[in-house]
């Protein structure tokens, strides 16, 4: 006799749940590689974040669907529905990730590790030397299931892409990283406003209402960002991470 065990329960309700997820339905027939893409797109609704002409970073950014809704931003609106036919870009994305992430036409992309300081050169070669208009950042890590560890592992990512966007950002430039309620949370929080003048959480409607992900939006730097180029800190790399999305 066959035995459902409570993981094969979990299992079958997360597809279960997935499959009839409107987000992933919509993803599908739009042609976004992940439900992401509508988490970014209420963000970038709620606060007017991309504009033609800008270079934004997203880190994080396997499988895609991010970089995909900055193409269709950066894309010219004569180009056909969504504005992401094939053509030359009024903007620049440069994706980052530790995972392999498939070409999108237009975008830069750097598989690396984002905690290691040749990855961040080769970042920061890519940048040219130009200033960030927007870093938004879905980086999420290797999750144990131990909650202290966990808690340090989403700390110390968020800490970085703070630190990035710091050394990088243009004075009234923009981040936009994903993080987790809990242990924590309160602390990423007042790092967020120690470093941007306006600080905001954000919760989409796109986000799952049972995930503890939410969103910090951080616009404008309360101190002069480093210059363009400059070397983000050595840091330690220890922590085992990986760039991608939670929830794709």
Do not use: C
């Given at each position: 006799m066959k035995i459902k065990t409570k993981s094969k329960k979990v299992n079958k309700a997360w597809l279960h749940d997935h499959m009839t997820d409107p987000y992933v339905k919509l993803a599908q027939k739009e042609g976004y590689r992940a439900r992401a893409a509508y988490k970014l797109a209420e963000i970038d609704e709620q606060f007017r974040l991309f504009k033609p002409g800008q270079l934004v970073v997203d880190l994080g950014?396997?499988?895609?669907?991010?970089?995909?809704y900055l193409r269709r931003r950066f894309a010219p609106k004569a180009a056909g529905a969504g504005g992401a036919?094939?053509?030359a870009l009024n903007g620049r994305i440069v994706a980052l990730d530790i995972?392999?992430?498939e070409p999108i036409e237009g975008v830069t992309f750097i598989q690396g590790d984002f905690r290691e300081d040749d990855v961040l050169a080769r970042l920061a070669a890519e940048m040219g030397g130009q200033p960030v208009d927007v870093v938004v950042s879905d980086m999420a890590p290797n999750l144990s299931g131990v909650p202290v560890t966990d808690s340090a592992r989403v700390a110390h990512l968020v800490e970085?892409?703070?630190?990035?966007?710091v050394a990088h950002l243009r004075p009234d430039g923009t981040l936009v990283t994903k993080v987790f309620h809990g242990s924590g949370y309160?602390?990423?929080?007042?790092l967020f406003k120690s470093r941007f003048r306006v600080v905001k959480p954000v919760k989409p409607k796109a986000s799952?209402?049972?995930s503890a992900e939410t969103f910090l939006v951080g616009i404008g730097?309360?101190?002069p960002a480093a210059g363009p180029g400059a070397e983000v800190a050595s840091r330690s790399s220890d922590t085992?991470?990986?760039?991608?999305p939670e929830n794709p």
């Amino acid at each position: 006799m066959k035995i459902k065990t409570k993981s094969k329960k979990v299992n079958k309700a997360w597809l279960h749940d997935h499959m009839t997820d409107p987000y992933v339905k919509l993803a599908q027939k739009e042609g976004y590689r992940a439900r992401a893409a509508y988490k970014l797109a209420e963000i970038d609704e709620q606060f007017r974040l991309f504009k033609p002409g800008q270079l934004v970073v997203d880190l994080g950014s396997a499988p895609g669907a991010w970089s995909q809704y900055l193409r269709r931003r950066f894309a010219p609106k004569a180009a056909g529905a969504g504005g992401a036919a094939v053509g030359a870009l009024n903007g620049r994305i440069v994706a980052l990730d530790i995972l392999e992430m498939e070409p999108i036409e237009g975008v830069t992309f750097i598989q690396g590790d984002f905690r290691e300081d040749d990855v961040l050169a080769r970042l920061a070669a890519e940048m040219g030397g130009q200033p960030v208009d927007v870093v938004v950042s879905d980086m999420a890590p290797n999750l144990s299931g131990v909650p202290v560890t966990d808690s340090a592992r989403v700390a110390h990512l968020v800490e970085l892409a703070v630190e990035f966007a710091v050394a990088h950002l243009r004075p009234d430039g923009t981040l936009v990283t994903k993080v987790f309620h809990g242990s924590g949370y309160s602390q990423l929080v007042e790092l967020f406003k120690s470093r941007f003048r306006v600080v905001k959480p954000v919760k989409p409607k796109a986000s799952r209402d049972k995930s503890a992900e939410t969103f910090l939006v951080g616009i404008g730097l309360k101190r002069p960002a480093a210059g363009p180029g400059a070397e983000v800190a050595s840091r330690s790399s220890d922590t085992a991470a990986s760039a991608g999305p939670e929830n794709p």
